[in-house]
């Protein structure tokens, strides 16, 4: 057992700590169990670049019977592992505070508007959410009914965690999102000085969506994917 960060109680197999102005912090591999608010009850798995086994990961999750957070980039997992991981955890995975970068709870909650998974805040390094992380995301979508903004580029959601997300939004009536990526209107010039108008996607919804230009705007298979799914399901444009 080793001091952690946050203060709490650490399990810590086949992992180096290294210091920096103080204070310890996890090496990027290895195994790091935390006990959250309830005592002597492990409840937070960080796992970022353990090279453990797609078994041994799952096995591990699903030990964890009241897991809040969970961190699995790094592992060159695969969206297969990341559906049967959300089936075989059930309900539990509604438990999650954060998965893979993604504040779950706040999601959960109605708490957010916009969220920017492309910026320093929940990004480590070479490690996005991964489709992994995309597909926890989308099952959060699905009960969502305040985010308008989501920005998902740079981290490597792969076009099957795209697709998951365009789908959950879709299949959830309640959602109110306005924004995606770099699809929105143009910042320099803005659309009153002759800037694209970009996608607002609650036109779709309501058929007044009909022209979309999407010129200059660097997008990637990604992007593509996701839009795509939008277009299958309405024909306005």
């Excluded at 195994?31 to 990961?57: M, R, Y």
């Excluded at 996005?128 to 490597?156: K, M, P, Q, Y």
């Excluded at 803005?190 to 230009?213: E, K, S």
């Amino acid at each position: 057992y080793e001091p952690h960060p946050s203060g709490a109680s650490v399990l810590s197999v086949g992992s180096g700590y290294k210091s920096i102005q103080g204070s310890q912090l996890p090496m990027p591999n290895g195994l790091d169990l935390s006990f959250g608010h309830t005592p002597a009850q492990f409840e937070k798995i960080n796992l970022i670049g353990s090279g453990l086994s797609e078994q041994a990961i799952s096995s591990l999750v699903l030990s964890v019977p009241a897991i809040t957070y969970l961190d699995l980039r790094g592992n060159n997992l695969n969206a297969a592992f990341g559906w049967r991981l959300v089936k075989a955890m059930k309900k539990r995975y509604l438990q999650l505070e954060f998965c893979n970068g993604v504040p779950t709870r706040a999601l959960r909650d109605n708490e957010i508007e916009s969220l920017n998974l492309s910026g320093f805040h929940g990004h480590i390094g070479m490690y996005g959410i991964e489709v992994v992380g995309a597909i926890f995301l989308a099952h959060f979508l699905r009960l969502n009914s305040s985010l308008t903004h989501l920005c998902f580029r740079r981290n490597d959601v792969q076009k099957d965690g795209a697709k998951a997300l365009a789908q959950s939004l879709l299949g959830n009536p309640q959602c109110v999102l306005r924004t995606v990526n770099t699809m929105g209107p143009s910042v320099a010039p803005g659309p009153t000085r002759g800037g694209r108008p970009g996608i607002d996607f609650a036109a779709f919804r309501t058929g007044q969506l009909t022209t979309v230009n999407l010129s200059k705007r660097v997008l990637d298979d990604d992007d593509f994917v996701f839009l795509e799914e939008w277009l299958r399901r309405y024909d306005c444009v």
